[in-house]
């Protein structure tokens, strides 16, 4: 049985007549009746009954219009969710980011995506390894990742989305913390540092560690530490000072005192599969793209 009919036996019902339903459906009223006959032919029973002028459902004929109202409205649903999936307007996406990320514009852009399109499902996933991230996306696991690193793999695409300037976050009593303005980098030199342990963020730790040979200075390490609660906890507790990217400040730990770090900034790259056509991760990108305000082209 196909839908059409089905909206024939709803219509007629609601009606109360078969000229009404014709009306309603452009169609002429000896056209209706025939499908309608053709129909109670084919089912072996009665839908519908003269009462007065008009007519009723028959007992089998409000079990049709029952089912049929709910097979109809299912119908049009999923019809409504094709164009939607379509259109990006509606699915599922799942979304890795650096944990470091989401105090800055990342939370604000997944929620404008919320409120934009509320019938996106998202799912997030942090991590800490720009490799895991990158390797998430390749296997399908992922749509999106946000890393902090490129990827050189040629299967993936890669645009620099967001460039966000570098703070050095110390004890709050320390001189340093005391002056206005950025601090420069031969700073890294006069304080203990904070930094994460390789094998948790190599990238973080080895950016720290060119930032100071950059400044021609050997670093100290004063502590380590595996999350950025823990990191700003150690600098409250005056074991050092790290290097963040400057949206941390967001977090606002007693004890700690943020000031720039003269002419250093870190990226957040976005990075998705080449032959991934998936509309609704294109106007991801999209939104993403309209809140960066940051150049970059695309590779891979």
Request: charged share 20%; with cysteine; aromatic share 4%.
């Amino acid at each position: 049985m196909d839908l059409r009919l089905l909206g024939y036996v709803v219509a007629i019902a609601e009606e109360g007549s078969i000229s009404g339903a014709a009306r309603r459906l452009h169609l002429t009223q000896p056209t209706l009746s025939r499908q309608l006959r053709e129909l109670e032919r084919r089912l072996g029973t009665a839908l519908f009954e003269r009462q007065g002028r008009g007519i009723t459902p028959t007992a089998a004929g409000r079990a049709l219009v029952a089912r049929a109202t709910t097979v109809l409205a299912e119908a049009s649903a999923a019809l409504e969710d094709v164009r939607l999936a379509g259109e990006g307007l509606a699915g599922r996406l799942t979304v890795t980011f650096a944990g470091s990320g989401i105090n800055g514009p990342l939370g604000g852009a997944l929620g404008r995506l919320r409120r934009e399109l509320p019938r996106v499902e998202l799912r997030l996933e942090e991590s800490f390894s720009d490799a895991e991230m990158s390797g998430g996306v390749l296997d399908g696991r992922c749509d999106l990742a946000v890393q902090r690193l490129p990827s050189r793999d040629a299967r993936l695409a890669t645009r620099a989305w967001w460039h966000e300037p570098l703070s050095l976050f110390m004890p709050a009593a320390h001189p340093l913390a005391q002056a206005r303005g950025p601090v420069p980098l031969t700073a890294l030199g006069q304080i203990p540092l904070v930094v994460w342990p390789r094998e948790v963020s190599p990238q973080s730790h080895d950016e720290i560690i060119a930032l100071c040979d950059q400044a021609g200075v050997i670093p100290r390490i004063g502590a380590h530490g595996r999350s950025v609660q823990t990191v700003l906890a150690l600098v409250a507790a005056g074991f050092g000072a790290a290097v963040m990217p400057d949206s941390h400040r967001a977090l606002r730990r007693v004890g700690v005192k943020a000031r720039p770090l003269a002419g250093t900034s870190t990226t957040l790259y976005l990075v998705w599969r080449t032959d991934d056509r998936n509309p609704l991760l294109e106007r991801l990108r999209a939104v993403l793209a309209s809140l960066a305000g940051a150049g970059g082209g695309e590779t891979g």
